[in-house]
């Protein structure tokens, strides 16, 4: 069974940055497009980034564009989104997940992103 | 981009009765290179991270009790739980991944 753990969250200020981390265990990150999605306290789930397996092709939601990064390193077997000009509406918890292409079979625990004063 | 309309913020609905959530893409998502329906299900628990029911419109994913179905095409979708069971309690969100970004419903909340 695929395990992905999210890790990295926090409380920030407005403007401020966080990096975020996935661990992959049980099954190689690197045969996986890789996604990051997330959900606002009591909002919907929004797909913010993902990637392939190489790193070659990268897409983002416009909203994110330009202030966060997704990255991979497939020797670490993790996945990483820095998220840089953090504000007040990027409060969420934030999900990775893997799958065949952009559809994701799997989701790991999230972990939770507060930007406030 | 696409957008996803699910016309439902809640639905209750009786244990053992049929609970049925509705999808509507902006533009279709079948392919017509592979005659393929990019749009999936997934449930989402509270404090839970997303599971994926169905992909392609209407392929269960492993382990996915058979109440679970998906049907439609193009521009109109639907999620068919056959006999709700109290484990169903959830919100419901529909996905295109036909092209970036992908984007989700707004999300349907079945209740009892």
């Known amino acids: 069974e695929v395990q992905l753990v999210a890790s990295g969250g926090g409380l920030v200020q407005p403007g401020g940055s966080l990096r975020l981390s996935c661990a992959a265990s049980r099954f190689s990150l690197s045969n996986s497009w890789m996604t990051w999605i997330r959900q606002a306290p009591g909002k919907g789930l929004e797909w913010v980034a993902n990637?392939?397996?190489?790193?070659?092709?990268?897409y983002y939601v416009a909203s994110v564009k330009g202030r966060f990064t997704i990255s991979r390193d497939n020797a670490r077997n993790s996945l990483s989104l820095q998220m840089n000009s953090l504000r007040v509406e990027d409060t969420a918890v934030y999900y990775c997940g893997a799958g065949g292409g952009f559809l994701v079979d799997d989701w790991g625990q999230g972990t939770l992103v507060t930007v406030s004063t | 981009d696409i957008v996803m309309t699910q016309s439902q913020d809640s639905l209750a609905v009786s244990l053992g009765e049929r609970a049925t959530i509705n999808c509507k893409p902006s533009q279709s998502v079948l392919s017509r290179s592979n005659n393929r329906n990019y749009l999936a299900w997934y449930q989402k628990k509270s404090g839970q991270p997303p599971k994926l029911l169905i992909s392609w419109a209407s392929t269960r994913k492993s382990g996915v009790p058979d109440r679970f179905s998906g049907s439609g095409s193009g521009t109109d979708f639907t999620l068919t739980i056959s006999s709700l069971q109290a484990e169903d309690v959830a919100v419901y969100y529909c996905?295109?991944?036909?092209?970036?970004?992908?984007?989700f419903g707004g999300g349907t909340k079945v209740e009892i």
């Open positions: 996905l295109q991944y036909y092209n970036a970004p992908l984007t």
């Open positions: 990637m392939n397996r190489d790193g070659s092709e990268i």
